[in-house]
């Protein structure tokens, strides 16, 4: 699968711009600040929906419009289909496939899937546990589509209404509070529900993960073994209280164990005014050989790692289908020599490579391939 031809309308500093993409390694030289990381964002918005640079969707509309269309052509197995996202930031977007509009908008889920290696992976290790969450979520919305996306919007919907309802608790107190338990019970058998289904595909996740994971790490870092890096889910139960593995218990073990969490921590909630149980506090532990990235990897390792935690989505995805959109986004000005030679010799073989540098000296050779340039929003390809 490719990205044959890339059309965008008032997305980020582009009021019309058409661009066509080819197989193989394509690179967007130009300045900072020229435009040419807004073309590989959008095709990424395409396929989760989801900005790897912003969490909202108003910075990707230009200033001055209602709202933002990105479409492309893409091909597989020789037959071609056209996508777009219309971004109406306060509104619901609206998709198309083929120029039919789609129900929901993240039934486009899937259709197209990318990787993207950006600059601030450095935070998969080193951030807090929201970005290795959002990293686990991302990956299963492209691995299992539009349905995994369903279930985490109806646990964040549940969420958000449990908050409300605790704080309002908390605010009340004393009798009017109490008389709040029996609908506050409603809101932990769908949290629980909901809750049990995240887990159970994170910890799948982390399963099928780690082999490809070990397997990454020793291909870029120097000297390492497959069986240094290593990645680990934490659900946000105490295992002293008999929570089961959260990669071995299906969904209904967890189910329960979640609603007996939220009963034993419904103390705490009430008097915090917020849910404290569930997979929105949980985390994903990045080791190499027994120790945690963060705070004990210098920082080659940690790059390293987070290098070998996007290899590692990569394969895992064109194990189940087709080879996804590699995106290297000024990521070669962020890594020494040698890593760029080997990250450029595990990824120069997928069917389309794009490639974002200030510099083409920033690109390593093995990743030369149809360069175009970038500057004042102009997109101008540029002989070999």
């Known amino acids: 699968m490719y990205v044959a031809h890339l059309s965008l309308h008032d997305f980020r500093s582009y009021a019309v711009l058409e661009v066509d993409l080819e197989p193989g390694v394509t690179s967007f030289v130009g300045r900072n600040g020229q435009g040419k990381t807004n073309i590989v ?6 396929s989760r929906l989801r900005s790897h640079r912003v969490a909202a969707d108003l910075p990707l509309v230009r200033r001055g419009a209602a709202r933002a269309v990105v479409r492309a052509a893409v091909v597989r197995d020789e037959r071609r289909a056209v996508l777009e996202v ?17 129900p929901r908008a993240r039934e486009l889920l899937g259709l197209v899937r990318t990787v993207v290696f950006a600059p601030d992976d450095l935070a998969l290790v080193k951030g807090d546990p929201t970005e290795r969450r959002t990293f686990a979520d991302d990956l299963l919305v492209l691995h299992q589509g539009a349905r995994y996306a369903g279930t985490r919007s109806d646990y964040d919907r549940v969420l958000k209404q449990r908050n409300t ?109 917020v ?25 080659g390792e940690s790059w390293s ?43 120069s073989g997928a069917e389309q490579v794009l490639v974002t540098a200030a510099v083409p000296e920033d690109i390593p050779e093995g990743l030369r391939g149809r360069r175009l340039d970038v500057q004042d929003g102009e997109v101008t390809p540029v002989d070999a």
Not at 183 to 209: H, K, N, P, S, Y
Not at 283 to 294: I, N
Not at 311 to 328: F, H, K, M, N, Q
Request: charged share 30%.
């Open 86 to 102: 219309e971004i109406n930031p306060g509104r619901s977007n609206r998709a198309r496939v083929n120029r039919a509009q789609l």
């Open 305 to 347: 790692y987070a290098l070998a935690m996007r290899l590692a989505s990569y394969e895992l995805l064109r194990s189940t289908g087709d080879d996804p959109v590699l995106i290297l986004d000024d990521v070669f000005a962020e890594l020494d020599t040698g890593r760029r030679a080997q990250l450029a010799d595990l990824v």
């Open 165 to 273: 309802l605790l704080k309002t608790a908390r605010m009340r107190g004393g009798s009017a509070a109490d008389s709040m338990l029996s609908t506050l019970e409603v809101w932990d058998e769908r949290l629980a529900r909901f809750g049990a289904e995240i887990m159970a595909a994170r910890g799948r996740l982390v399963e099928e993960l780690n082999p490809l994971l070990g397997k990454a790490y020793e291909a870029v870092a120097r000297g390492a073994s497959r069986d240094d890096a290593t990645l680990t889910y934490r659900p946000s139960f105490d295992p002293s209280v008999g929570v089961p593995a959260a990669d071995q218990a299906p969904a209904a073990d967890l189910e329960q164990a979640m609603l007996a969490e939220l009963a034993r921590r419904r103390r705490d909630e009430l008097d915090r005014g």
């Open 275 to 299: 849910s404290l149980v569930g997979p929105h506090r949980d985390d994903l532990l990045c080791s190499l050989g027994e120790f945690p990235v963060k705070g004990y990897a210098s920082h």
């Open 41 to 46: 964002e959008a095709i990424d918005y395409l």
